[in-house]
């Protein structure tokens, strides 16, 4: 017969016992995924009326499940003010030189839009060219030298020095680092006091074509409105060497000394004149996040994130077309469905570690939701064991593989790959990040703060993971790469007819992973690289 005293240590030990995932159900998710991206929601663009109603849907269903509300938040909010910026015609820009004075046609020659929360920047200004404009010591290399560049308009070019016969591997040899991306060059212009930075495009420094800062410069820009730049945007490429000439300078053979160390930053015999206006709002966007508190009387204060961004682009205006609804499904309905049908299945069972479930807003426009929130945690960083984040899912069907790209610089890579063969799923092969995938996604925040982070499964703008689908491979994996031309586009739409269990197996493994790291008794540590070191803001 169990006595008073035997019933509460049964007790205590069935409360805090270390649960298992339970199993993501697909019905659910298919269910979240097409009403996220209906018409109805206008594609959950940022400041826009479809993403308030994506907002509402999130934090009735986190109410629904019985998700808790985590202290310091509105309910399931956490308001992120954001300041959107669109260039208005009457802006206008001239370089002169001795030669000549260039008045580059906005949209066709350049684009450019400020980032600084401001109406009225008007900027005269000396340019130089600094190269790739970077500056990191643990590859010996400083484009800058110590020349002071506070109000001086920086010409960069776009990528990462790179590798030689002698150096492979300078700058991660094939792969992109986050000093070639273009959010890095514009955060070291701030940081140098410049007047402003223009980034040079070719298709193979960017990868992607003229039309994407093209179209991302013709509506509205939206930052966190501090520490941004007067002036920021980038300039085709027969255009700058145009202006370079006229300044009395070959681009092409300051791009090659740019390839060394010895590069130092060349004053140009130029200046911009510009007039730039912007229309300038703030706008409050929301986080949306809840909690299943952990069971463990001394894990419970660490938590593990789940995340995945709600909004996509909305409404879009692309030049010379009337405005079309950019649903998102694939990007990133699907990742918001998938943590609706992971926090389901976890709030009745929890791990010992207290499980978030985060869903950012503005993703889209550079990472912003998830930025605020490591800068403004609900939950201590320091007690944060992972960010697990999901982006862009599978859509085609189940496979033998999950890619986890990026957490080989922490234990990370060792725990996922427990879980993976628990699974009977094997660990994607390492692939070169031509794209920079890994900088891409909310995750990479929790890295810059510090905590172990990467984006689960194979990512289907990236080509990380092999695609080794479990039915047709062949056609499977054509489907799933063929997506590329649909990725930020009005053809991201959900499609009934799609096989989920791909999609639920990303789900569930990522679930898995984070009962594993939940009822683990340490915290998941950095590798020797320590990577985030490198990018730490």
Known sequence: MLTAVSLIVLHLALSSHAAQAQQVQEAPLRAHLAFLSDDLLEGRGTGQRGGDLAVRYLETQAAAMGLVQLPGANGYRQTVTLVGSQTLSSSQLRFETNKATLSPVMGADIVYGSSNGKTDNDIDAPLVFVGYGVRAPEERWDDFKGVDLKGKLLVMMVNDPQPTMDEPNRFGGKALTYYGRWTYKFEEAARQGAAGVLLIHTLPSASYAWNVPQTSFSHERFSLGKDGNALEGWIQEDTAKALFAAAGQDLDALRAHAETREFKPVALDARIHLTLRSAVRKVEQQNVIGMVPGNDAKLKDQAVVYSAHWDHLGFVEEPGKPAQIWNGAVDNASGAAALLAMAQAAVT??????????????EEQSLLGSAFYVQHPLWPLEKTAADLNLDS????????????????????LNSAAAVAKKMGLRIAPSVPDLGGAFFRADHFNFVRAGVPAFNVGSAVFSGDGSFAFDHDAEQEAAQMKAFKKDYHTPRDRYNPAWDLSGMVQQAQFTLNLGYALGNDATMPVWKKDAMYRRVAK
């Open 393 to 412: 899912m599978n859509f085609v069907g189940k496979t033998q593989d999950m890619g986890v790209a990026g957490s080989e610089h922490s234990s990370l």
């Open 349 to 362: 069972h929890p791990a010992k570690r207290t499980q978030i479930f985060l869903w950012p807003c503005a």
